[in-house]
Nanobody
């Protein structure tokens, strides 16, 4: 059974930094992503990293956030710098697994990030 366990998050002042990590049990993960959901809003894409390290970011975080992964440890991290109050949300890690031509997505339980002004 695949499980994603997040760590990090918390409360920080605007302009500060936080680092989120997500440890995945199991193996064979393809792309890994971070999403976030602010109160009253839909979940939105934040960052993506492929199995070989290709990255992509939402425009709102480009240049401030950095996604990385350690394939040996099955972890994905999100370094968040220059945080803004609008970055406040619950952040979710996501891992994509392909088995027999079928994609399945797994989600972490979410971790709160609060940025005060």
């Amino acid at each position: 059974q695949v499980q994603l366990v997040p760590s990090g998050g918390g409360l920080v002042q605007a302009g500060g930094s936080l680092r989120l990590s997500c440890a995945a049990s199991g193996s064979g993960f393809n792309a890994m992503r971070w999403y976030r959901q602010a109160p009253g809003k839909q979940r939105e894409f934040v960052a993506y990293i492929s199995s070989d390290g290709v990255t992509n970011y939402a425009d709102s975080v480009k240049g401030r956030f950095n996604i990385s992964r350690d394939n040996a440890k099955n972890t994905v991290s999100l370094q968040m710098n220059s945080l803004k109050p609008e970055d406040t949300a619950v952040y979710y890690c996501n891992a994509e697994v392909w088995r027999f031509g079928i994609r399945r997505d797994y989600w972490g339980q979410g971790t709160q990030v609060t940025v005060s002004s």
